[in-house]
């Protein structure tokens, strides 16, 4: 997909707030021009003087114009200013909506392997860098660009010569500036790297605390640490310091104006070109007319400022969607069946397929189960038939129904795929277990929970189904929040049930209750199993051993026993574990 320039991203973004932004820069143009008519009351205010007729009214009447100008300056301003902030918020709303919409859309997988912290600093700090500079860029930007050309506009009506007089100081420190900033974008790359590494490794060492001090490493982690800290401020040092002689120079120079205005000025006086009061106005408005083009010289920092946070959005606005499809399909059966399928983590990056050649049919109402040693592709497997990725090669198809075909809300739907990871949202357990169906009545969540055993537990907290995960999070045992998350699967109903079967939460009085929800969830459904513990699958249709990306064989039980030396030594390695755990008081339960 062919990357959008990141302009184009802030006006697709701003197309909410077109009407907003117009009115802003109409708005800060008036502002210009009542900032102007204080300097037309004061050159006639000079004239009256100058010709010795003053008069009280005269002088008011101009007073009150200066005022009348300078309100609607401030005013418009005002406006202009606020409408550009609603604007700026508008923008950074849209872009981080289309951040949340694209994450629906984009293959799962991908997003999953992102860590959470990097995607919460894109979604929320990075696109926050943006709304200062934009936010001030339309009225600052209009009023620091029209007044000095109004200003100059004015000069040159006066004496054109005058006009080019104010600008005698701007060609040296131009040139020193742009002789400056010939490196600025690599500069400005530099220092983006040198924050990105500073912030890791400050992420890294406050996320690694607790081990950093368990093996008493803190000395070199610190040293690392203080490395990245004490360099970054080197960096940044130095840059500041290779610019800030030129910087000064120029800052001392180009204001100052009246190193033309005042001879040339003399000049045509003596000549007779040139009035008293408008050698006097010139004076005061060569004094304005360079000091708001300085802003631009900051104003190159924000626009890379807005450039760097819209290309980092962009690493998430600009990922690939899952092609999907809006048309509901009427499927005649639930069976699953995988054929030829191929696939690489690394897309066509040349990583090892995860994948290879896999064909495997899993009947409607049957009970498959998936075994091998671990990196073997059982997880992949299930991630394909979830499509948390699409297949490389091959087909995945559910009734007969390639499940690309199959609109995603449909796929969703119609499987309840229960992984290790149970997490629980931070509002109350009813609400959590409501999740697997927001229509649900409270008494059928009730009767989940009860048929996933986890009524009993709930209802001893102090708040029973009002109890937030964050409140139960320390008091839940892992098998309890894989309960609460086989409750959720059971109130979805899904026909088609993938469980990755845990073995982490397997404590012995609680494994027996984890059992019976499990045999609750998976009745008369197609169900497909993860196994770590053979004695759970023993009496599965469908043992599929799987090592290396592909499948070694199929079959029942005891047909593997015979025939399968993988799946013979992964029996007899469990059995030997088995035997130990049960004389150590373990327990062991078939599924179904
Ligand atoms: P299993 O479930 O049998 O342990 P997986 O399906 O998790 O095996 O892994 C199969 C292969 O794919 C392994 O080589 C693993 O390293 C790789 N893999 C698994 N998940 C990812 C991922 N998210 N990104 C890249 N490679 C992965």
């Not at 004496?159 to 600025?184: E, G, H, K, S, Y």
């Not at 104003?299 to 890379?304: F, G, H, R, S, W």
Request: net charge positive; glycine share 8%; aromatic share 10%.
């Amino acid at each position: 997909m062919k990357k959008k320039n990141w302009l184009h991203t802030i006006l697709d973004a701003a197309t909410l707030c077109k009407g907003k932004i117009t009115l802003s820069i109409l708005f800060a143009i008036i502002s210009v021009f009542g900032g102007f008519v204080p300097y037309i009351g004061v050159y006639h205010m000079l004239c009256i003087f100058l010709e010795g007729t003053p008069t009280i009214e005269k002088i008011l009447m101009w007073s009150g114009v200066c005022l009348v100008g300078y309100v609607i300056k401030l005013l418009f301003y005002g406006i202009s200013t606020t409408l550009a902030h609603i604007s700026a918020y508008t923008i950074l709303e849209q872009i981080r909506l289309k951040i949340m919409e694209k994450m629906m859309k984009a293959p799962l997988g991908v997003i999953l392997n992102e860590t959470s912290g990097k995607l919460k600093n894109i979604i929320v700090d990075r696109v926050e860098t943006m709304e200062l500079p934009l936010a001030h860029m339309i009225p600052e930007g209009i009023s620091n660009f029209l007044l000095p050309v109004g200003v100059f506009v004015y000069l040159f009506f006066i004496d054109f010569r005058m006009a080019l007089a104010a600008l005698a100081t701007v060609p040296m420190p131009a040139v020193i500036f742009m002789v400056m900033m010939r490196n600025f974008n690599k500069q400005y790359t530099d220092y983006m790297e040198a924050s990105n590494h500073v912030n890791s490794v400050i992420v890294e060492y406050v996320g690694g605390i607790e081990i950093i001090k368990a093996f008493g490493q803190s000395t070199d982690s610190y040293k690392k640490f203080a490395t990245a800290v004490n360099s970054f401020k080197d960096y940044t040092l130095a840059w500041f310091q290779s610019t800030w002689k030129s910087m000064n120079f120029i800052m001392a120079l180009l204001p100052s104006a009246l190193v033309g205005t005042i001879p040339v000025g003399i000049w045509l006086y003596l000549e007779g070109s040139l009035t008293v009061a408008e050698f006097a106005i010139c004076l005061i408005l060569s004094l304005g007319i360079i000091t708001p083009l300085m802003w631009f010289t900051t104003a190159i920092n924000d626009i890379k400022m807005i450039e760097y946070a819209v290309n980092d959005a962009s690493k998430l606005l600009d990922l690939e969607e899952l092609p999907n499809s809006d048309t509901p399909i009427v499927l005649q059966s639930y069976d699953v069946s995988l054929s030829n399928v191929s696939f690489s983590y690394g897309g066509k990056n040349g990583q090892e397929n995860a994948l290879t050649h896999v064909s495997i049919s899993i009947p409607q109402g049957s009970f498959s189960a998936l075994v091998g040693p671990s990196g073997g592709g059982k997880s992949t497997v299930a991630r394909l038939i979830t499509r948390f990725w699409d297949v490389g090669s091959g087909m995945i198809k559910i009734g007969g129904v390639d499940i690309r075909k199959i609109p995603f809300s449909q796929l969703t739907a119609m499987i309840s795929f229960v992984t290790q990871d149970n997490f629980l949202f931070n509002c109350s357990l009813l609400e959590n277990i409501r999740l697997g169906n927001p229509k649900a009545t409270d008494e059928q969540v009730y009767e989940s929970a009860r048929q996933a055993q986890c009524d009993e537990f709930i209802r001893k907290l102090e708040k029973g189904y009002k109890t937030t995960a964050g409140e139960a999070g320390g008091r839940l045992s892992g098998g309890e929040r894989q309960r609460i998350a086989i409750a959720r699967a059971m109130l979805k109903n899904a026909p088609i049930v993938i469980l990755d079967e845990a073995t982490a939460f397997t404590d012995p009085e609680n494994e027996d209750k984890l059992q019976k929800s499990i045999s609750a969830l998976t009745k008369g459904k197609t169900l497909i199993v993860i196994a770590h513990r053979l004695s759970t699958v023993k009496d599965a249709d469908q043992i599929i051993v799987m090592e290396k990306g592909r499948v070694i064989r199929k079959g029942k039980q005891q047909e593997l026993i015979k025939s399968c030396a993988l799946y013979r030594d992964m029996w007899e390695t469990h059995i030997g574990t088995k035997k130990w755990a049960a004389g150590s008081g373990g327990k062991e339960n078939a599924y179904v």
